[in-house]
């Protein structure tokens, strides 16, 4: 019963530098989410997607590309690392019924240097 | 754009008492509202859900109203315990940024003093 898998859970990056973050869900959401959260603050939503092939900009969509090639996974890409990006990234996954509530992993902590 | 505000950062209260966390959007009411807990490390997790349509919600010790007049949700937790400190989220959804794109205000850090 695993829910939503982020992958890595910490990661150091340098300023210019790429990755992806990965995110699995095992529940057949069709929706998912990404969220950063900073020090004190609340959760910033990036990316969302409400079903395979396709996505749509939240808040904060600067600096992160997405990608959902299927119903389980939803990768965030960060393409030029800045030091604006350190945050821990969660991602979350639900029904679609509406107001269904949202299945979050244990997040991503990203520090850019 | 819709805004979600949680005026209270913290909230210190005695064990056995009450606590009562504000939400306040601005604009258009959403279609719903909902609440999260999360600990230090951890995802939120899901506590309750009330509609635009409903003025109050509950679950064991948790109480949620709605109040559109207002532009408000208050959460209450009753009978308040240690185990209950925890950050609390409030989150909208429903707004004409799509039913469901869900947004979160700031949360607000109750410590539950023993």
């Known amino acids: 019963n695993a829910g939503v898998t982020q992958t890595p859970k910490f990661r150091i990056l340098k300023i210019g530098q790429s990755m992806t973050l990965q995110c699995a869900q095992d529940?057949?959401?069709?929706?998912m989410y990404w969220y950063r959260q900073d020090p004190g603050m609340g959760l910033k939503l990036i990316y969302y997607s409400v079903g395979a092939g396709i996505t749509d900009k939240g808040e904060v969509p600067n600096g992160y590309n997405v990608s959902r090639s299927t119903t389980e996974d939803f990768p965030l890409r960060l393409e030029l690392a800045a030091p604006s990006q350190t945050s821990v990234y969660f991602c979350a996954s639900s029904s679609g019924q509406g107001g269904s509530p949202l299945h979050f992993g244990n997040g991503t902590r990203l520090t850019v240097t | 754009s819709q805004k979600i505000e949680q005026n209270s950062e913290a909230l210190n209260i005695q064990e056995g008492k009450t606590a009562t966390l504000t939400c306040n959007y601005t604009?258009?009411?959403?279609?719903?509202l909902q609440w999260y807990r999360q600990d230090p490390g951890r995802g939120p997790v899901f506590l309750l859900l009330i509609r635009e349509n409903e003025k109050e919600k509950r679950k064991e010790r948790l109480k949620v109203t709605f109040d559109t007049t207002l532009k408000q949700s208050l959460f209450h937790i009753t009978a308040s315990q240690p185990a209950d400190s925890a950050t609390y989220l409030c989150?909208?959804?429903?707004?004409?940024?799509?039913?469901?794109?869900?947004?979160f205000g700031t949360g607000t850090k109750l410590q539950v003093i023993p």
């Open positions: 989150a909208q959804g429903g707004d004409s940024g799509g039913y469901q794109k869900v947004t």
């Open positions: 529940m057949n959401h069709n929706y």
């Open positions: 604009n258009y009411s959403p279609a719903y």
